[in-house]
């Protein structure tokens, strides 16, 4: 906000009521190429109103006489999806642009006003509230890069084996599941010791696992009934990322 005035006059404080101001996130990605020409997928487009429910007024009263402009610092949390691919640039640049890229976008809507209340009579004063002109201008856009970076190999100490108690639900075991159900109240007495790594890495071949059955609570005539037909394992990958943006 630069101080207004000419020549023949003294500085004068500027007012600006602020309407709105909008921040836009926007991803894209595009392919040049000359077998395949232009191909383009809009990943996002995420827009927020930081001034929503009021107006904001903005004034340099006090630093007319400065030569700098007055500027403010908006601060502002703008959630994106966690699914977006990083930042990246490929191919040959000479003949356009092939990558994923983010920008971010500002639109801004303000009153000036000094400039609506610079008539002096009581006709213009009674029409300035009905008179004003909204301004909107649109901020150049600030290219974002988004960097996606893996989290770090787990140490030797987390790999130690992690043990688990389960206890089987009888409810789970009935006849649609097994032609042969083992009864409510001795699944209630059977407990499952499991021992499993933390973490395992995706060129791990082997990794350790134990599976026990305790019984403890069954009598020996009961706990000498009990046999493992068979046993399956079901591996669910869980991939960790953390974002950046600079």
């Known amino acids: 906000m630069a101080p207004s005035h000419t020549p023949s ?32 997928l809009r990943l996002c487009s995420i827009s927020k109103e930081l001034v929503s429910k009021t107006t904001v007024e903005f004034s ?11 500027a403010w610092h908006v601060t502002f949390d703008l959630p994106v999806p966690g699914w977006l691919p990083a930042s990246d640039q490929y191919g040959d640049c000479r003949q356009g642009y092939s990558g994923t890229q983010y920008n971010l976008y500002a639109t801004v809507k303000y009153t000036n006003m000094e400039e609506s209340s610079l008539g002096s009579s009581w006709v213009s004063a009674l029409c300035t509230p009905f008179s004003s002109k909204t301004e909107v201008v649109h901020a150049e ?62 060129d791990d071949e082997k990794f350790p696992f134990a599976l026990s059955i305790r019984a403890s609570s ?11 037909s068979h046993m399956s394992l079901e591996l669910q990958q ?9």
């Open 9 to 40: 006059e003294r500085r004068r404080t500027v007012r600006i009521l602020l309407r709105s101001l909008v921040i836009t996130f926007e991803g894209q990605a595009e392919l040049v190429t000359q077998e395949a020409g232009y191909a383009a």
């Open 60 to 70: 340099n009263e006090g630093d007319e006489d400065g030569e700098q402009p007055c």
């Open 141 to 202: 856009q600030r290219g974002i890069m988004l960097n996606r970076f893996a989290f770090p190999l787990p140490s030797s100490a987390s790999r130690i084996p992690a043990f688990f108690s389960i206890t089987p639900n009888a409810q789970a075991l009935g006849p649609e599941d097994n032609p042969h159900p083992i009864p409510a109240d001795i699944v209630s007495k059977i407990e499952l010791l499991a021992s499993v790594p933390e973490h395992i890495g995706l």
């Open 218 to 228: 069954l009598s020996e005539s009961e706990a000498a009934k009990l046999r493992v």
């Open 238 to 246: 869980i991939d960790e990322y953390t974002y950046v943006f600079l």
